[in-house]
Nanobody, 121 residues
Framework: QVQLVESGGGSVQPGGSMRLSCTIR??????IGWIRQAPGKQREGVSC????????YYSDSVVGRFTIIRDSRGNTIHLQMNNLKPEDTGVYYC????????????????WGLGTRVTVSS
């Protein structure tokens, strides 16, 4: 079993930057995804990193602006978000899966409680 705890959310102006963190509590190796949910919309997988080879994925809406990073200890995953836009507003969830990788929410077995990101002037 694994527990995930997100941190780093808050409010920022358009064009600003924010760094989210996901702390993993448990044993084993997992692929980690960041999935967001904007108000009134379905969840969208924005980024993930594979456990086996550190391959990464970015959705078209964030590629070039967001970077997913696994720290040297391996128990924390960061999402560096640059040039933020109002449409990036939402609750960001960290999620884990024991194998594979991808943006689909249904493939992730473990979820954090989320951290809210608000981008507004």
């Amino acid at each position: 079993q694994v527990q995930l705890v997100e941190s780093g959310g808050g409010s920022v102006q358009p064009g600003g930057s924010m760094r989210l963190s996901c702390t993993i509590r448990g044993s084993g190796y997992y692929s980690i995804g960041w999935i967001r949910q904007a108000p009134g919309k379905q969840r969208e997988g924005v980024s993930c990193i594979a456990a086996a080879n550190d391959n990464t994925y970015y959705s078209d809406s964030v590629v070039g602006r967001f970077t997913i990073i696994r720290d040297s200890r391996g128990n924390t995953i960061h999402l560096q978000m640059n040039n933020l836009k109002p449409e990036d507003t939402g609750v960001y969830y960290c999620a884990a899966r024991p194998s594979g990788m991808g943006p689909h929410s249904k493939d992730y077995a473990y979820w954090g409680l989320g951290t809210r990101v608000t981008v507004s002037s």
